[in-house]
Structure formats: C-alpha cells, structure tokens
C-alpha cells in the first residue's frame, strides 16, 4: 500500500479518534453516548466555512467562533435534554437516547438552516506547504491536525488522570451511585465532561474541515465514526479511542484501496459486525457492550 | 356507571369502528386533489415504516433501524418486475416482502447478542451499506437512476390508477395498524413486550427469546417492505434516494411523538411528520429541524406522547365526572394500562 494512504489513515484516524474521545468523557462520567457529538463537529466546520466564505473573516477567527459554538450546543444539550431525563441506576436510558439522537438530527438540520444546505470547503488555518516523507507528500494541514490531535490528548490525559475532577469523572463512570452517595459534585463534572465534548468535536470539526470541506448531513456518519472508533479501542484507556480511530480509518481506507468507494460502507460494516461479535470490549479490555 | 365507563367496555368493538369512520372520512378528504394524495402517500410510507419499527422497537425493545433498506426492498421489487420481466406487478409484492423478510431476520440473526445503540449502529451501517449498494450495482438495480415503473398495476385485468392506488394505500395502514394493535393484546404480543422489559425472565418462563425477536423483526421488514412498494406504485420510479436513510431515523421518532402505547400513535406521528416536514415547510425546509425539535420536547415534557397527553386529559374528564371512577369500567384495559406504565 502506497506510504500515501498511511498518511492519510493517520489524519482520518486522528478525526476519528477526536470524536471518540468527546464521546468517551461523555460516558465516562454520566454512562451513555452522547450520540449529538457528530452534530456538534458539523457544526462548528460550517460555522467556519461560512463565516469565511460569506462574511470574510480570517481562518483562525472563524474557526474559534464555531469551537464557541459546539460548546454552547453541547452545553445546551446537557441542561435541557440531559437534565431533566438523566436517570442514573434505573435501566430506563432509551428514551434520554431517541432525544440525543433526535438532537443530533435537530444540530444537524440547525447547521443545515444557518449555513446552507451546500457543502463547503473548510476553512484554511495553514498554508499549502509541506515536506516529503519517503514517497509520500505530508502536507501542512496533515501535519497541524496530527499535532492538534496529540496536545489534546496529551492535555486530556493530564486532565483525566491528574486533577480532582478528572478523578471525579472517572469515580462517577465507574459508579454513579456511589459518587451521589459520597457527594462528589455530579452536576458539576457532568458540565464540565459536556464542555469538553463540545470542545473536542468541534475543533475537530473547524480544524479538519479544510481537508475534504464540510457538509450538514455528515453529521450522522460522525457520530457512527466516531462511535464505532470508541467501540473498537474500548473505554478502559484514554488512549483507547484514538487507537480504534486509528484501526478503524485503517480499516476504511484499505477497503477503498483495493474495493472502491463503495466499500467504504461494506467495510465498515463487516468492521462493526466482526468487532462487536467477536471482541465487544474493545481493544483496551473493559465491559462495553450492555 | 356513566356513559364514558361503558364506552370503556365496548372497547375492543369500538376500535375497528372507530379508526374506520377516521380511514372513511381520510379517503374522502383526501378525494382526487393530487396534493393530497401525495400527503396522503407520504403520510402511508412514513405510517407504515414506523409501524414497522413498532413492531421490534416499541414492543420488544430491539432498536433495528435498517428501514431504508426494506422499503427500498419492496420499491425496487416492483420497479424490477416492471422493467425486466413481463409478469404482473402484483407478483412483487409477496416478492419484496418475503426479500426483506427474509433480510430482516438474517440481520437479525447476524446481530442478535446485539442491543441497544450496538444493535442501532450495525443496522444503521447496514442502511448505509444498502445504499451504497443500490448506487453501486448498476446492473441490477439501475444504479444512482433507478428503475422507472412503466406499466401500470393490475388486478385480475383491472388497471389500478393513481387514486385507487391512494385508496388502497390508506386502507393498508389502516389494517396493518389494527392487526398490530390486536398482536400487541395477543399472547404473542404480550409475550415479546415483556421481552422488552425483562429478556431473561421471559426465557426462564421458557418462551425463546430469540425466536421471539426474530419474528417481530421479520414482520417489521414485511410492513417496511410493503411501505416501499406503495411509495414506489404512488410515484412509479424508485432511485437510491427516494427512501433516504434519514426515513429510518424520522420512523424511529414517530412513535414517540404520537404515543407509544398504541399503534395508532404511530399513524398519529406520521400524520405530523407529514404535516411538518412537507406541508409547513415554509422557511428554507426548515421542516425536519422543527420535526426534530419536537420530538425532543415531546420526549422531554411528555413522555408517552401525544397520546399520552390525550389518555391523561380524558382521565382528568372522567375523574370530573359525578361517579366516574378511574380505570374500573374496563379489566383488560386496566392491566394493559398497568403493562405501559413503564416508569420513563
């Protein structure tokens, strides 16, 4: 396989995992999937591409303002949908799920509404540099998402394993009742796990827009991505979604190779089929199926 | 005892009746005006696509969404048994429903450790790669051009035109709604309800539970698939995209937004899906983000739908009323009401 398509399953793989990650601090601390992440992403990508496009404002400022955005939105979901319909202990999640989804549906028709139902380049934060790695071209786009993707894992990590509400967000994942019983701020850690979902998904939406534009409707295949790479890398490390973003444009990228574009969905599938039927749990061991 | 009490009683009668005297008045309304008959279609397709899904989802808790992929099942059998062979169109019909019968059951069998948003994904993936599919391979299925349908149906060498086909159209859902309302009461039904609450109870009390499911999703590909033929004999073309993928997500709300205890609550949200997706459009199709809007409040401020919303208001009236007690009128309706008070 040409060191060409590598380079592009590292990109793909680091959006991928981005999403799995905003996903993944989601359930850590309040114990479902926050399915409307794939809305927030998209989003964000439209708000910088159309403020760009149509009202001419630099990149960075544009993109920024749509990262503001996805933090509103995902804010947003936590008080009014999550709020009132969190049950935590009882096995009642289903309908807290059609609302997320719904709302996935709602962000996405929103982005749909305010910025055009066309699809848009993203926004260019770098120029069209690059350098040669072997027979591969690594542009300057590649090379800012990658180290985007590395200093927000690595800060998530930190964050995670080193601060009182990381610790909070991981006591409450591993035992909600618990955590209510001995007091920790619940609420608190859940607005703070929200605001970094928002903040995760939408500067992968802004960020890694300009490499194959942005449209309303993709905001359903993120959430599946972004998913399906949180499935496949399990939930027991942080590292866990970044790696199953990773095996999973892999995955994608290999079938397109030597199948076509549309192997695209029938790889994805047979991924999730095999991956769900044969190592639920992920690669990073930890019950994921439920 | 008062005259609501012994309405009560005359339920299972009333029924039929009832949802008739609404199919009668909808026909008639809906009359040859060629908008309504669209409304009417769409309102048909989006009814009986989300019926489907009652029929797993609601009542055995199997979130199976690959909706798209049955109904484009049916459409396409029909659009083919009119473009390649020269049989008679109603021969599709059992074709495309045993088709996405068979497919829904295998996908089910493929997936049945599967549950909740695992099962969702797959099935969604599966849409997704349905689609593909259909775009993809061309030989078969005409690709991103679809298949026209060229000749009109027939039944016993009578030509079906477009307001019979309307006609037959609402009686469909008419009848599919009411057989599953009776399935939902039948030991079948009460059986795979109960599945949806407490799987390995029912299992223990020697019912299979696997069985069970994979029957309520072969029935639910059947009613998707009979969505997809009625679409397509309506419009008399069927492409990849008629059926987007975003009919299965749109189906998946219905049920809530009208009333989950109730297979009429289905026909209920269709009707207002209908209503705000096609009909209110009037801002840039702003419809669907209203549509998705309000299932999110429906689900937040009235969890059982507006049915529900309905139930509590003639309960309030009753409980109003000089000696109207609560739910005594009616014993089987008092222990169906006990089986949904599911505490959301």
Not at chain 1, 84 to 93: I, L, Q, R
Not at chain 1, 211 to 224: E, I
Not at chain 2, 235 to 255: G, K, M
Request: proline share 4%; with cysteine.
């Amino acid at each position: 396989m040409p060191l060409q398509i590598v380079v592009s399953i590292v990109e793909s793989g680091c959006f991928f995992g981005l999403l799995a990650a905003a996903m993944f601090v989601v359930r850590e601390s309040a114990g479902f999937f926050n399915f409307a992440v794939g809305g927030y992403a998209v989003f964000a990508g439209l708000c910088a591409a159309y403020l760009a496009a149509e009202h001419g404002l630099p990149p960075l400022a544009g993109v920024l303002l749509g990262v503001l955005g996805a933090v509103v939105l995902a804010l947003l979901t936590e008080a009014l949908i999550v709020r009132p319909m969190w049950k935590p202990g009882t096995n009642e999640e289903l309908p807290l799920v059609i609302a997320l989804v719904a709302s996935l549906f709602a962000l996405e028709q929103l982005a749909g509404v305010l910025f055009g139902r066309a699809a848009r380049p993203g926004p260019k934060l770098v120029g069209e540099g690059g350098f040669k790695l072997g027979s591969a071209t690594v542009t300057a786009q590649a090379v800012l998402e990658v180290a985007l993707t590395a200093v927000l894992f690595g800060l998530l990590v930190l964050w995670m394993y080193r601060s009182a509400m990381g610790r909070g967000l991981r006591a409450i994942g591993e035992n909600t009742q618990a955590a209510i019983i001995l007091g920790l701020p619940v609420r608190a850690v859940r607005i703070a796990a929200f605001t970094l979902a928002g903040l995760l998904a939408g500067l992968a939406g802004g960020v890694f827009a300009a490499r194959s534009g942005v449209a309303f409707d993709s905001a359903m295949d993120y959430t599946l991505f972004g998913f399906l790479a949180l499935v496949i890398g399990g939930t027991a490390s942080m590292w866990g979604p970044l790696l199953g973003g990773l095996v999973l444009a892999a995955i994608q990228a290999t079938a397109i190779f030597y199948f076509g574009a549309a192997a695209l969905h029938y790889a994805t599938l047979a991924a999730a089929i095999l991956f769900f039927a044969l190592r639920p749990q992920g690669i990073f061991m930890k019950r994921v199926r439920v | 005892m008062t005259g609501l009490a012994r309405l009560g009683r005359l339920r299972p009668a009333a029924e039929p009746v009832l949802s008739l005297v609404v199919l009668l008045l909808a026909v008639a309304w809906v009359g040859t005006d060629g908008y309504r008959q669209d409304l009417a279609v769409l309102t048909v397709t989006y009814g009986l696509i989300g019926l489907g899904l009652y029929s797993h989802f609601i009542m055995g808790d199997s979130l199976s969404i690959a909706y798209n992929a049955y109904a484009a099942i049916g459409g396409y059998a029909l659009g083919l048994v009119a473009a390649r062979t020269g049989w008679p169109l109603l021969v599709s019909l059992p074709l495309g429903i045993v088709a996405a019968t068979l497919i829904a059951v295998l996908l089910g069998s493929v997936t049945r450790h599967l549950s909740g948003f695992f099962l969702a994904a797959v099935t969604l993936l599966f849409g997704e790669a349905f689609q593909a599919w259909l775009v993809d391979a061309d030989g078969i299925t005409g690709g991103a051009a679809g298949v026209i349908v060229s000749r009109p149906v027939t039944v016993f060498g009578h030509e079906l035109g477009r307001d019979e086909i309307v006609v037959l159209a609402l009686v469909a859902l008419w009848l599919v709604a009411l057989l599953l309302s009776r399935l939902r009461r039948s030991p079948y039904g009460v059986a795979l309800r109960a599945k949806g609450q407490a799987a390995v109870a029912v299992e223990a009390a020697g019912i299979p539970v696997t069985v069970l499911t994979l029957i309520s999703l072969g029935i639910g590909g059947a009613i998707g698939s009979l969505a997809g033929a009625i679409f397509t004999a309506a419009n008399l073309s069927i492409l990849p995209e008629s059926i987007p993928l975003s009919v299965a997500f749109l189906a998946v709300f219905i049920p809530f937004l009208g009333g989950r205890s109730s297979p009429w609550g289905v026909v209920i949200g269709a009707l207002l899906v209908t209503e705000l997706t096609f009909n209110l459009n009037f801002f840039q199709d702003s419809g669907t983000l209203l549509f998705a809007v309000a299932v999110v409040v429906v689900l937040i401020f009235a969890p059982e739908g507006l049915i529900g919303v309905g139930r509590d208001l003639l309960a309030r009236v009753r409980r109003a009323l000089p000696g109207g007690a609560g739910p005594a009128g009616d014993p089987d309706a008092a222990t169906d009401r006990e089986l949904e008070r599911r505490p959301v």
